[in-house]
């Protein structure tokens, strides 16, 4: 992998891995809700289930999934109707620990098994997969890279949006700030959502 191969990498994971979706505004939710330790294993499980999903992808699974519109809309159907009872449960907490981890049932396991239901991952390890290592004579070589690279990004985009919501969290416990930032966090949960039907 050349220079300006990687650095188109770098510029890919960036825009994608701190752009908003369900990961980043789960991170938040989860440290504004419950602490940045309680959002640790969230923010861990990300890069986790992410890591897994590429090497599925890279195996060849990817292809199955764009091969089969079927399985293709089966992930996004299961995906919608996660974030969708993710952003309802999240949308109710009023109070500090109400709507944290234990509320939502998002914790480490949960955390890697949204990756497989995220359309944007998907999306991701695909084009990481066709643009950087598919029908490569280094091909192996190349996933070495691409994979710790995408991993470190997952896990510093996450603890960056935790620390975001753990920073928060005294401001949030006056009054109804908490109510209101859930639901505005559950909202960009419905929009994730809605986006995941457009793709």
């Known amino acids: 992998m050349n220079w ?26 989860l440290a504004a809700n419950g602490g940045l330790p309680r959002a640790m294993r969230f923010v861990i499980a990300v890069p986790v289930g992410w ?15 764009v091969a089969a519109p079927s399985l293709r809309w089966a992930i996004k159907a299961f995906g919608v109707g996660y974030l969708l009872w993710l952003a309802w449960k999240l949308g109710r ?17 949960q955390g890697v098994l949204l990756q497989f239901l995220n359309i944007k ?12 290592i598919a029908g490569q004579p280094d091909a ?5 890279i691409v994979a710790p690279v995408m ?3 997952a896990f510093v985009s996450n603890l960056t949006y935790a620390v975001a919501g753990a ?8 009054g ?15 929009l994730t959502a809605w986006w995941m039907l457009s793709v």
Do not use: I
Request: hydrophobic share 60%.
């Open 93 to 109: 907490g009023a109070s500090l620990g109400q709507a944290d981890g234990a509320r939502l049932n998002v914790g480490f396991k």
């Open 4 to 29: 300006q191969e990687f650095t188109a990498l770098l510029v890919l994971a960036t825009a994608m891995s701190f752009s908003p979706g369900p990961n980043t505004t789960l991170s938040t939710a």
């Open 140 to 144: 192996l070589r190349r996933l070495a």
């Open 51 to 65: 890591t897994l999903l590429l090497l599925l992808c890279a195996a060849g699974v990817g292809a199955l999934v």
């Open 176 to 190: 109804q700030r908490l109510l209101w930032f859930n639901r505005l966090m559950g909202a960009v949960l419905v």
């Open 151 to 153: 991993l470190l990004y």
């Open 121 to 132: 991952a998907w999306l991701l390890a695909l084009t990481l997969v066709a643009g950087w």
């Open 167 to 174: 920073l928060l969290r005294h401001w949030l416990a006056q």
